[in-house]
């Protein structure tokens, strides 16, 4: 068994997979190929700057020090004379040698990153490219240095874990492996040596434990009685952009659940629950904040999407007052029920406003189908968190056809995003009660066309939280239409997340005439399942 | 040239972002401003040079502009060391 020390916590089991440091030659090279290296780093760190989150900082703090004045001038002068290692040992002495002097754990690692910013330079210089080896299978990554841009490069979920011998826990390679739930280890020289003999790792960061071995390991040899361990939280790209497969709750306990299943969030929280209480005939601000304030901190940090009160049609609630009407499905419901109950959304409101106590909130209203039902919604929100501290996001649930067509007049009364509710939407689109009989070709077809020409009126972040969501053959046609965020059941968290990841681009048109040319629901399923 | 003599207050000194954000501020300005700390001085413009002073908080530094427009560059600078420490 080899040690090692642990980065970033978790463990990992995979084949090895060792990343040789760039191997540079020593030519001379004018100060315009330098300068041209130095363009080409940043273009690449430019094609990545959609990446969003912690990997987003850590290239902006690289393209700063690539843009830094004192080191350009520096190559420049240095390239008049020296060769490409004689000028990567002058900058090191110069620039990265003092920041490793400092007795401070936080200057050694912006060493680190200068080191990695100066090498990635110096790969452009003496290639003239700079493409890596993209991985194709789940590994682990052993390397005496990895690099950000090398890391992020890659598909981040096949990356198991990562051992290293250089690095610190503050580095960026640390903060963001630990943000995806990667596992680092550093480990010695020698340790690193035998690591890379082997063909198969099993890591525990948070023990420090390797174990190397010659044959495949399994997985159930390595847990061996252990509890069984909460999901890591491992967020799925697609096109560069991080894809949020987040969970659709109704309660404080799945909320719990869900994030330790790995959802990335909350994208529906359902508040009807909520509303009755055994003490009262309905839920007081008090009632209210006490269970936002524990979804809250139950999810910790994480996305919460908390949608309005939404009743009628099917749904009632004790000590709600129900209208009688003669087609509740198209009668006052959600959005349209509040407008003529106010008080019941004020409460509600202004519990959130108190659980929220400066966290960032996201609340979205159901049912609106026009500009002035979400006028009604956000002059209400307003006046309630007006001087509320954090980031707060308004949005539509996305259910009634009408709301999807008028969607840049939404956009323009501010609407900052979309969750399209696929159950209800269906049943609106084709004049079908949604808990009758339905079938594939004629309900998913005009949903898909419905949908793809909504995301073609205006730019917004739009999510699925309906049942179509988590119907994973559908998963590369709802990304390709420009879906970002997926709030699908429990259970359906790891699936989605999945095939997000292994999601290639593809040409929503051909696909979706494609399916029309399908006879029957088998034809239609099996030609779903077979996009990449 | 105008000169100027200032305490970090930011907790964490001249560092991470607030040392990003600062470089950021002077290079708004076409002034030549430096950054003097102990016996050693850095460009202001370069978060390389920055960083290695390494300044921790509740120290102080001088800042030196010369240049068209020194003085909007050293107030600008000023206020964002102050503002920083609010953070």
Same mark, same amino acid.
């Given at each position: 068994?080899?040690?090692?020390?642990g980065l970033?916590?978790?463990h990992?089991?995979?084949?090895? @997979?060792?990343?040789?440091?760039?191997?540079?030659?020593n030519?001379?090279?004018?100060?315009?190929?330098?300068?041209? !290296?130095?363009?080409?780093?940043?273009?690449?760190?430019?094609?990545?700057?959609?990446?969003?989150?912690?990997a987003?900082?850590?290239?902006?703090?690289?393209?700063?020090?690539?843009?830094?004045?004192?080191?350009?001038?520096f190559?420049?002068?240095?390239?008049?004379?020296?060769?490409?290692?004689?000028?990567?040992?002058?900058?090191?002495?110069?620039?990265?040698?003092?920041?490793?002097?400092?007795?401070?754990?936080?200057?050694r690692?912006?060493?680190?990153?200068?080191?990695?910013?100066?090498d990635e330079?110096?790969?452009?210089? %003496?290639?003239?490219?700079?493409?890596?080896i993209?991985?194709?299978?789940?590994?682990?990554?052993?390397?005496?240095?990895?690099?950000?841009?090398?890391?992020?490069?890659?598909?981040?979920?096949?990356?198991?874990?990562?051992?290293?011998?250089?690095?610190?826990?503050?580095?960026?390679?640390?903060?963001?492996?630990r943000? /995806?739930?990667?596992?680092?280890?550093?480990?010695?020289?020698?340790?690193? !040596?035998?690591?890379?003999?082997?063909?198969?790792?099993?890591?525990?960061?948070?023990?420090?434990?390797?174990?190397?071995?010659?044959?495949p390991?399994h997985?159930?040899?390595?847990?061996?009685?252990?509890?069984?361990?909460?999901?890591?939280r491992?967020?799925?790209?697609?096109?560069?952009?991080?894809?949020?497969?987040?969970?659709?709750?109704?309660?404080?306990?799945?909320?719990?659940?869900?994030?330790?299943?790995?959802?990335?969030?909350?994208?529906? @929280?359902?508040?009807?629950?909520?509303?009755?209480?055994?003490?009262?005939?309905?839920?007081?601000?008090a009632?209210?904040?006490?269970?936002?304030?524990?979804?809250?901190?139950?999810?910790?940090?994480?996305p919460?999407?908390?949608?309005?009160?939404?009743?009628?049609?099917?749904?009632?609630?004790?000590?709600?007052?129900?209208?009688?009407?003669?087609?509740?499905?198209?009668?006052?419901?959600g959005?349209?029920?509040?407008?003529?109950?106010?008080?019941?959304?004020?409460?509600?409101?202004?519990?959130?406003?108190?659980?929220?106590?400066?966290?960032?909130?996201?609340? /979205?209203?159901?049912?609106?189908?026009?500009?002035?039902?979400?006028?009604?919604?956000?002059?209400?929100?307003r006046?309630? @968190?007006?001087?509320?501290?954090g980031?707060l996001? #308004?949005?539509?649930?996305?259910?009634?056809?009408?709301?999807?067509?008028?969607?840049?007049?939404?956009? %323009?009364?501010?609407?900052?995003?979309?969750?399209?509710?696929?159950n209800? #939407?269906?049943?609106?689109?084709?004049?079908?009660?949604?808990?009758?009989?339905?079938?594939?070709?004629s309900?998913?077809?005009?949903?898909?066309?419905f949908?793809?020409?909504? /995301?073609?009126?205006?730019?917004?972040?739009a999510?699925?939280?309906?049942?179509?969501?988590?119907?994973?053959? #559908?998963?590369?046609l709802?990304?390709?239409?420009?879906?970002?965020?997926?709030?699908?059941s429990i259970?359906?968290?790891?699936?989605?997340?999945e095939?997000?990841?292994?999601?290639?681009?593809?040409?929503?048109d051909?696909?979706?005439?494609?399916?029309?040319?399908?006879?029957?629901?088998?034809?239609? #399923?099996?030609?779903?399942?077979?996009?990449? | 040239?105008?000169?100027?003599?200032?305490?970090?207050?930011?907790?964490?000194?001249?560092h991470?972002?607030?040392?990003?954000?600062?470089?950021?501020?002077?290079?708004?300005y076409?002034?030549?401003?430096?950054?003097?700390?102990?016996?050693?001085?850095?460009?202001?413009?370069?978060?390389?040079g920055?960083?290695?002073?390494?300044?921790?908080?509740?120290?102080?530094?001088?800042?030196?502009?010369?240049?068209?427009?020194?003085?909007?560059?050293?107030?600008?600078?000023?206020?964002?060391?102050?503002?920083?420490?609010?953070?």
């Amino acid at each position: 068994m080899l040690t090692g020390e642990g980065l970033s916590g978790g463990h990992a089991v995979g084949p090895v @997979f060792v990343q040789l440091e760039g191997a540079f030659d020593n030519r001379r090279y004018r100060p315009e190929q330098w300068e041209q !290296a130095r363009q080409d780093a940043l273009q690449l760190i430019e094609d990545k700057s959609n990446i969003g989150g912690v990997a987003a900082e850590v290239l902006s703090a690289h393209r700063m020090m690539l843009e830094d004045p004192d080191l350009i001038g520096f190559i420049r002068e240095a390239s008049e004379q020296g060769s490409l290692l004689e000028i990567r040992q002058l900058v090191q002495e110069r620039f990265v040698a003092p920041l490793e002097d400092l007795d401070d754990d936080y200057m050694r690692s912006r060493a680190e990153d200068i080191r990695e910013v100066l090498d990635e330079w110096c790969q452009f210089v %003496s290639s003239g490219s700079n493409i890596p080896i993209r991985l194709q299978n789940p590994v682990i990554v052993v390397g005496e240095r990895i690099s950000t841009e090398w890391l992020l490069s890659q598909d981040l979920t096949l990356i198991q874990g990562i051992i290293l011998v250089h690095g610190t826990a503050t580095m960026h390679l640390a903060i963001i492996a630990r943000n /995806m739930g990667i596992p680092i280890l550093r480990v010695t020289k020698e340790v690193y !040596a035998q690591v890379c003999q082997a063909v198969w790792i099993s890591l525990d960061a948070d023990a420090g434990m390797i174990r190397v071995s010659s044959t495949p390991i399994h997985e159930t040899q390595h847990k061996g009685g252990c509890s069984p361990r909460v999901h890591k939280r491992i967020p799925v790209v697609y096109k560069g952009e991080v894809v949020e497969v987040r969970a659709n709750v109704g309660s404080v306990a799945e909320c719990e659940r869900a994030i330790h299943t790995g959802a990335d969030g909350i994208g529906l @929280f359902r508040t009807e629950l909520a509303f009755a209480t055994a003490e009262r005939n309905v839920a007081n601000v008090a009632d209210h904040t006490d269970v936002y304030s524990r979804a809250l901190d139950v999810i910790n940090g994480l996305p919460l999407t908390i949608r309005a009160l939404d009743i009628g049609a099917d749904k009632s609630v004790a000590g709600v007052p129900m209208d009688i009407e003669p087609n509740p499905q198209l009668g006052r419901r959600g959005i349209r029920y509040l407008q003529r109950h106010p008080d019941l959304l004020r409460t509600q409101l202004e519990g959130l406003q108190s659980a929220g106590a400066g966290r960032p909130l996201e609340i /979205m209203f159901p049912m609106v189908a026009d500009p002035s039902e979400w006028q009604f919604a956000i002059a209400m929100t307003r006046e309630i @968190f007006e001087g509320y501290q954090g980031p707060l996001s #308004l949005g539509v649930m996305l259910e009634v056809p009408a709301a999807g067509l008028l969607l840049p007049e939404l956009r %323009s009364s501010g609407v900052d995003f979309i969750s399209i509710g696929t159950n209800d #939407l269906t049943q609106y689109l084709v004049a079908r009660d949604r808990e009758a009989d339905w079938n594939l070709r004629s309900e998913i077809l005009p949903v898909l066309r419905f949908v793809h020409y909504v /995301m073609t009126l205006a730019p917004v972040h739009a999510a699925v939280c309906g049942e179509l969501g988590g119907n994973t053959a #559908l998963t590369p046609l709802l990304l390709a239409m420009g879906v970002r965020e997926f709030s699908v059941s429990i259970p359906a968290v790891g699936r989605v997340k999945e095939r997000v990841s292994q999601s290639q681009y593809i040409d929503t048109d051909k696909v979706l005439s494609l399916l029309w040319e399908c006879h029957d629901d088998n034809e239609l #399923l099996s030609r779903l399942h077979v996009i990449p | 040239m105008v000169t100027c003599k200032i305490e970090i207050t930011n907790p964490v000194g001249l560092h991470a972002r607030p040392a990003a954000e600062f470089v950021r501020v002077a290079q708004k300005y076409r002034a030549t401003i430096t950054v003097r700390y102990e016996k050693r001085e850095v460009n202001a413009k370069s978060i390389l040079g920055v960083l290695s002073l390494g300044v921790k908080a509740h120290e102080q530094v001088i800042l030196i502009a010369e240049g068209v427009d020194e003085q909007t560059a050293l107030d600008a600078l000023t206020s964002n060391l102050r503002s920083a420490s609010t953070l």
